[in-house]
């Protein structure tokens, strides 16, 4: 019968450990029936027993990346973007928040958070500068200008009517993103992660770990502006990442 778990896999590699373990923990058990009294072998037996522990614990880390990952859950992988998009109005400073729902075709795999924001108007700044940014993408907080302008104070504070511009167009928002229902808050403190913290200065958040989130379940994101709206607009957060179609026929 041919063996399911083929090398390079995970399932793979987690069996091996398996075996490893389970034979260390043999030779341990072997040297310490002795009953040699043997110092050096009693060291050897702490060493192996030091490495079981090791491999225990790589033994865990793996298994949950595979469910973090839905390794273990069958069916064809599709690349996948939810995008929530949160309209906000000039002279507001009040939260907004918006959702994704994840389709039924089965569980979305996220790997990574990019945010913008997309003024559609603005009245506040009558310059003409502003209507250069008007329906184009903005970073959603200052401080990733600053990281663009690669430190130049200068520039930053430029008293030019274009710099002026961009500074006053770009808000600096802070977001809360839970998945709602489920009692899972990927922001859990007390205040808003800030955007310029949360995204720097490329834009894209890539999680440390893979967030599996339900087929049906929702993204809720909640968005604060930490200072008045200058102009009305959309902010635009997109989840990455891949979905695993449990329910649809084999497809790519």
Same mark, same amino acid.
């Given at each position: ?68 990952? &839905? =390794?273990? /859950?069958?069916?064809?992988?599709? *690349? ?6 949160? !309209?906000?109005?000039?002279? $507001? @400073?009040?939260?907004?928040? &918006? =959702?994704? /729902?994840?389709?039924?075709?089965? *569980? ?6 990019? !945010?913008?924001?997309?003024? $559609? @108007? ?20 200052? !401080? ?109």
């Amino acid at each position: 019968m041919s063996d399911p778990l083929t090398p390079n896999t995970v399932g793979y590699a987690i069996r091996k450990l398996e075996e490893t373990i389970a034979k260390q923990q043999a030779e341990i058990n072997a040297l310490r029936g002795g009953g040699s009294g043997n110092s050096s072998m009693d060291k050897l037996a702490a060493a192996i027993a030091a490495q079981s522990a090791r491999l225990e614990e790589m033994t865990r880390s793996i298994a949950h990346n595979r469910v973090a990952m &839905g =390794e273990d /859950i069958p069916g064809p992988r599709v *690349p996948r973007w939810y995008t929530v998009s949160i !309209a906000l109005a000039e002279g $507001s @400073s009040a939260t907004a928040s &918006g =959702e994704a /729902i994840i389709t039924n075709d089965g *569980p979305f795999v996220c790997f990574g958070i990019t !945010a913008y924001y997309l003024p $559609s @108007s603005d009245t506040t700044i009558q310059t003409t500068a502003v209507s250069t940014f008007t329906n184009r993408f903005l970073p959603v907080a200052t !401080a990733q200008l600053s990281y663009g302008l690669a430190g130049s104070t200068a520039s930053v504070t430029s008293a030019t009517e274009v710099g002026n511009a961009l500074l006053q167009s770009t808000p600096d928002l802070s977001f809360k993103i839970e998945v709602a229902g489920s009692g899972r808050s990927w922001t859990p403190n007390v205040t808003a992660v800030p955007g310029g913290v949360m995204f720097g200065p490329s834009g894209y958040n890539r999680l440390q770990t893979p967030a599996l989130v339900a087929s049906g379940e929702r993204i809720v994101v909640t968005v604060l502006p930490e200072r008045t709206m200058r102009n009305t607009g959309t902010c635009r957060v997109i989840f990455e990442g891949h979905q695993v179609l449990t329910n649809q026929p084999v497809r790519y």
